[in-house]
């Protein structure tokens, strides 16, 4: 069974920065899958954002290339999302989702306001 803690997010300005990471307990480097981000916006579906799975290169949104990276600390088993140049359609509910053995968890979301 994997626990995920997140953090972070908040308000910003548009232009501003924020971050948000996720820490993983119960899983490990050896059967987490991938660790990655999804978000949704009041009236819309979830959407990934970002994504890294083990042996293949990041995935991100069309939408926040360029302005969101993902990295991952192994050892403390933490994905962190770094998000730059926010714009007011970066408003979300952000939520961290980690697969390990086969298992999908999710987290239970950070609130992430971009406005002037």
């Known amino acids: 069974q994997v626990q995920l803690v997140e953090s972070g997010g908040g308000s910003a300005q548009p232009g501003g920065s924020l971050s948000l990471s996720c820490e993983a307990s119960g899983g490990s480097i050896f059967t987490i899958g991938y660790m990655g981000w999804h978000r949704q916006a009041p009236g819309k579906q979830r959407e990934l954002v970002a994504r890294?799975?083990?042996?293949?290169?990041?995935i991100y949104a069309e939408s926040v290339k360029g302005r969101f990276t993902i990295s991952r600390d192994h050892a403390k088993n933490t994905v962190y999302l770094q998000m730059n140049s926010l714009k007011p359609e970066d408003t979300a509910v952000y939520y961290c989702?980690?697969?390990?053995?086969?298992?999908?968890?999710w987290g239970q979301g950070r609130q992430v306001t971009v406005s002037s």
């Open positions: 989702n980690v697969r390990d053995s086969g298992v999908d968890y």
């Open positions: 890294m799975t083990t042996g293949a290169p990041r």
